[in-house]
């Protein structure tokens, strides 16, 4: 065959397996077989994991949302990822590094089955190249996003049992449902957070809604605060508040701080404000030093002011400890100002003790 010749066909060859395959997972040190799911999703999941004795892989891509999540190995993805621990190749076996997946992204969803069942689910970016230790790697094509949905939530719902493995895998599935760009994603999560759902789901739910999930999920976030009946919950939903990206999601966090039936859940508000700091943040905090009628989240409180920058917690700190007349409150401020080992509190000792 001629030089010139050869290189078209080579140029075709790249041009189709970049068509075929832009989106699929790219694996090394695997036995690949490509397998169409075009015939539905779960019929063909199945059939692989229950005619699966051994340990293989199965894996997929679909359309991820974007935002910036952490979906390969080292630090970066052109490093790959090592399935399986001791398998030899570039890369580390570690879960996490962070990655920004953009909107035309794919996010790519790994099941590990031995003995026909599912024992892991996790989830990569497309341009993560991952090495499965040369064990049989199914690559499914033509995947309904909604079907993957469908099948995830089945492991999402049946992991409130008492083994950590469940819980695991339910975790997995839940945060690999919330990197789905589909909408269906955010009506499948919203059912997870009914009050009628295990509470350990509906904890588990929140943070992917608030890590993942944009306004939707902020929105259900805001609801859950609101109505979940577990005080427990209700302080998960704040942490998964507090790492929205939603402005609103801010007003949410002071609301609660403010007007929570629990204390501890007020408590954990008043904490979570602390970490974004701001000034809307830093009055709910006051607010609650002056306000709030327990002891215990005047306590909490003085302790957020301690976590705000210095320019903005010493004095207010400071202020506490002069003015407040809750002598427990009082002596906290004078804790923490010890703690901080800054001059103005220094200088507030010395005018004290004289």
């Known amino acids: 065959m001629k030089p010139a010749k050869r290189m078209g066909l080579l140029v075709l060859g790249l041009i189709y397996c970049g068509l075929g395959y832009a989106q699929q997972p790219r694996v090394t040190n695997a036995q690949v077989t490509d397998r169409s799911a075009a015939g539905g999703l779960e ?119 008492d083994r950590q493995s469940e819980h695991k895998l339910s975790d997995a599935a839940v945060a690999a449902i919330a990197f789905h760009k589909d909408a269906l994603a955010d009506s499948m999560l919203e059912q997870f957070t009914a009050a009628a759902q295990p509470e350990a789901l509906r904890e588990r739910t929140s943070f992917w809604l608030g890590a993942a999930r944009g306004r939707r999920g902020y929105e259900i976030l805001r609801r859950m605060v609101k109505e979940d009946p577990s005080d427990r919950v209700r302080e998960k939903v704040i942490f998964a508040l507090s790492v929205s990206k939603e402005p609103d999601a801010l007003s949410t966090m002071i609301e609660t701080a403010r007007g ?26 006051t607010d609650a030093i002056e306000n709030d009628p327990e002891t215990e989240v005047k306590k909490k409180a003085v302790f957020a002011l301690s976590q705000l920058p210095k320019d903005e917690g010493v004095p207010k700190l400071i202020q506490v400890a002069k003015s407040n007349r809750n002598p427990a409150v009082r002596k906290q401020a004078i804790f923490w100002l010890g703690q901080s080992q800054d001059p103005r509190a220094l200088a507030f000792f010395e005018q004290i003790l004289k």
């Open 43 to 161: 019929r063909e999941f199945r059939a692989l994991v229950s005619g699966q004795a051994t340990p293989a892989w199965i894996g997929y891509a679909v359309s991820a949302v974007a935002g910036e999540h952490w979906m390969c190995c080292g630090d970066g993805c052109c490093g790959g990822c090592r399935l399986e621990g001791n398998s030899p190749g570039r890369g580390r076996s570690t879960e996490n590094s962070p990655v920004k997946l953009e909107e035309s992204g794919s996010l790519l969803v790994l099941f590990r089955v031995e003995h026909g069942q599912v024992q892991k689910i996790r989830t990569f970016s497309e341009d993560c190249e991952l090495d499965a230790g040369g064990l049989p790697f199914y690559r499914l094509t033509s995947v309904n996003p909604q079907e993957s949905i469908t099948l995830l939530a089945s492991y999402a719902k049946s992991g409130n049992g």
């Open 260 to 285: 929570d039936a629990s204390a501890h859940v007020r408590s954990q508000a008043i904490f979570w404000l602390s970490q974004k700091a701001g000034k809307k943040a830093e009055d709910a905090i």
